[in-house]
């Protein structure tokens, strides 16, 4: 449930604030009722809602995912003009989509992008926790002791720990160590800070996965349309949660 002017929003109908007006001037109905109130506790999914007699349905979802090379940042637009991941996006998509989180400039891997707000949120909400893979390779051998810690949880800053996490070594020569490790929560540059926490600087990083998304073999700088089982699997997330 969310407030009616937040879902005309969300649906794309207007701002917040031109919905409000909306609702004021009577154009609005819940369920064949005139609206009065912005704030009216409305379900997405259940209610019908109308502006001027007419049903409001959202735009077409559309769901991708990006394999985001490294030094491209996940921002509308750079002061400095750098290359940015909407550069990478299909021209033609009929919809305005949105980054589902970020990925640092240095950080490449999988950015899902979509305009389903919905999902956008289950993904993001850290109360929910959907787990995200990282590889990364660190400067140095990591410790078994090490490798304990970051699955028991470090602190990154006082007072900020990270919670229990799964991690596991790929490989490891003199020099550096590639790990693989899930969290379930997306703390500004976490795994960077997770790696710098155990005294070992992460030199590559790369995401894997997120949920039930895989980065696979989709090549950097390449977009790719979700799969139905992929848009199922993410939507029941938030119905399983909410
Ligand atoms: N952890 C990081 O350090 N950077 C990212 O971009 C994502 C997770």
Do not use: W
């Not at 990591?142 to 919670?163: F, N, S, Y």
């Amino acid at each position: 449930m969310h407030a009616l002017s937040r879902i005309l929003s969300k649906l794309g109908v207007a701002s917040r604030t031109e919905a409000a007006d909306m609702i004021a001037a009577g154009r609005v109905a819940v369920n064949g009722r005139p609206a009065r109130d912005p704030e009216q506790p409305t379900d997405e999914l259940r209610d019908r809602v109308e502006v001027d007699g007419r049903p409001v349905t959202g735009a077409e979802k559309v769901y991708l995912a990006m394999h985001k090379p490294a030094g491209v940042l996940t921002t509308a637009r750079d002061p400095e003009n750098r290359p940015t991941v909407y550069g990478l996006l299909p021209k033609k998509l009929g919809a305005r989509v949105f980054p589902v989180g970020r990925l640092d400039g240095p950080t490449a891997g999988l950015l899902l992008f979509t305009n389903d707000t919905l999902v956008g949120d289950t993904l993001t909400n850290p109360d929910i926790g959907v787990p995200k893979t990282y590889e990364f390779k660190v400067k140095g051998q990591v410790t078994p002791a090490e490798l304990e810690r970051l699955k028991q949880g470090v602190t990154l800053d006082v007072g900020t720990e990270t919670l229990p996490a799964q991690c596991r070594i790929l490989s490891s020569n003199a020099g550096s160590t590639r790990l693989e490790l899930t969290i379930r929560e997306g703390k500004n540059r976490q795994v960077r800070r997770m790696g710098l926490a155990i005294g070992h600087e992460v030199v590559k990083l790369r995401r894997t996965r997120v949920g039930p998304v895989e980065l696979g073999d989709l090549p950097s700088g390449q977009c790719r349309p979700l799969t139905a089982a992929e848009i199922r699997s993410l939507r029941a997330i938030g119905q399983r949660k909410r």
